[in-house]
């Protein structure tokens, strides 16, 4: 078993494979991407469960860096729970040290929101994470705001960001990545006052 030394597992839901690279519902794959280079490395598959990993520290340099398991599931975003579960297990990391980065229907695009617990509000990957070790983990937030008109939401969580919202992506994706490396640093409080926005 490997010790997790307080490790923080950091999971950023989404669809395997290139056709949903672009998604709506990739975006927690997007901002792990983003944290993987900040860390200086790249994901591995995983022996021990369906997923790519990186081992790592993200924070400044010293004694404020907190040790970091990023995760992408190499399942579908509906049975994200598993890995994550296998994963939890044999890094030893508390429910409370683990992050979920996912999309979020009900916030304005762009718009992040960090919190500890509570419902799944639809979403398949969280439902499939709180079903498998219970609600108590945080969750970084991602807008991506409600269809337009009568489009599905399926539909609309597995269509590519409009070129509009395509344009302040990257600046919301790194403001993602900053607020997991604030949550994970210097606490659930400090990064909501910061990045509640």
Not at 173 to 195: H, I, M
Request: include cysteine; charged fraction near 25%; glycine fraction near 14%.
């Amino acid at each position: 078993m490997a010790d997790s030394g307080g490790a923080w597992l950091v999971v950023g839901l989404g669809n395997p494979g290139p056709e949903y690279a672009g998604n709506r519902h990739n975006v927690g794959f997007m901002a792990a991407d983003l944290l993987a280079g900040r860390m200086g490395g790249a994901f591995k598959r995983a022996a021990r469960a369906q997923a790519q990993v990186l081992e790592g520290r993200i924070g400044p340099p010293g004694p404020g860096s907190r040790r970091v398991v990023l995760v992408k599931p190499a399942s579908y975003m509906n049975l994200s729970g598993g890995p994550v579960t296998a994963l939890r297990d044999f890094y030893k990391v508390p429910t409370d040290h683990i992050v979920a980065i996912h999309d979020e229907l009900d916030i304005d695009y762009g718009t992040l929101r960090l919190k500890l617990g509570g419902g799944d509000n639809g979403h398949n990957g969280l439902k499939s994470m709180t079903k498998a070790m219970g609600p108590d983990y945080h969750r970084v937030r991602f807008g991506i705001g409600r269809p337009p008109g009568r489009m599905q939401v399926a539909d609309f969580v597995l269509k590519d960001f409009s070129s509009t919202e395509r344009k302040e992506l990257d600046y919301f994706v790194d403001r993602a990545a900053d607020a997991v490396e604030c949550l994970v640093t210097e606490g659930l409080e400090r990064a909501q006052s910061t990045y509640n926005s």
